[in-house]
């Protein structure tokens, strides 16, 4: 998962936080991406892992897991509910009874993806299909899920069309246990007490570090995308630090050899 660890590395440059107890949901939704796809993102601005892509990668939104807050906690979302709406339209996503579902580890982040293939700016395949596999310790904490994977979906529903949608019209997404427990939700442009203003060359994100208290007011709109990677924002100043999960960053100094070879090796392991 070589594009994961350049952006890794990218984001070992910018501020970080010290860690601190954390108090907040077990997991929350940390970006969803609203461009249109017609449309790329809004001034000139690239995601860290895709580039510069017409749609920027089309309908995906990402989870990120924060257990208790703690390393080495765990989640389990088997057979969980993710509930999406948006301007009179919904649909669900079913989780599998899949064994990657029963210990979901804190520091994890999690894409849900409607395209099977999702490519670099390149043309380097970035995703092909599922792939759980991650490893903390080489800086890899990114699980990625096609929607039609049904070895991880047991099921899906939409009114939209295709698998599930994402868009820039208030859309929302509720996760929900097997046990009907709401672990988040309804959350996302102008819901549940985040703000507004989504544009459809934009992304919804989480903006704050993971390891202080959860505040739903931190969710914001920007052209600063980071499709599987730690969220930035203020034009790259600052990134979410995933350091006390026990993710390895990169360290600077290993970040220029990372890109020198990033068009030739950009390419997610399968």
Request: no cysteine.
């Amino acid at each position: 998962m070589i594009a994961k660890s350049i952006a890794l590395a990218t984001a070992a440059l910018l501020t970080t936080s010290a860690f601190a107890a954390y108090s907040g949901p077990s997991v929350i939704l940390n970006e969803y991406n609203a461009v249109g796809s017609t449309k790329f993102l809004k001034n000139d601005k690239s995601d860290t892992t895709l580039g510069t892509v017409l749609g920027n990668g089309g309908n995906w939104f990402e989870l990120t897991v924060l257990g208790d807050g703690t390393s080495g906690s765990t989640v389990d979302l088997t057979g969980a509910t993710l509930a999406w709406e948006e301007d009179g339209t919904s649909g669900s996503l079913t989780l599998s009874n899949n064994a990657f579902w029963s210990s979901l580890t804190a520091g994890t982040i999690i894409t849900f993806a409607e395209e099977m293939t999702i490519a670099h700016e390149s043309g380097s395949i970035i995703v092909n299909g599922s792939d759980t596999t991650t490893n903390f310790a080489s800086g890899d904490n990114w699980a990625h899920i096609y929607a039609g994977d049904t070895n991880l979906i047991a099921s899906s529903s939409t009114d939209d069309g295709g698998i599930f949608s994402v868009g820039n019209s208030n859309w929302n997404l509720t996760l929900t246990t097997s046990d009907n427990t709401t672990l988040f939700g309804p959350i996302g442009e102008d819901t549940g007490g985040a703000s507004g203003g989504v544009n459809s060359q934009e992304v919804f994100k989480y903006e704050n570090s993971l390891q202080i208290p959860y505040d739903i007011a931190n969710y914001n709109d920007g052209s600063s995308s980071s499709f599987g990677a730690a969220n930035t924002w203020g034009s790259g100043a600052f990134s979410q630090d995933f350091s006390a999960f026990g993710v390895t960053i990169p360290e600077p100094a290993s970040l220029a050899l990372l890109s020198l070879g990033t068009l030739a090796i950009l390419s997610r392991r399968k």
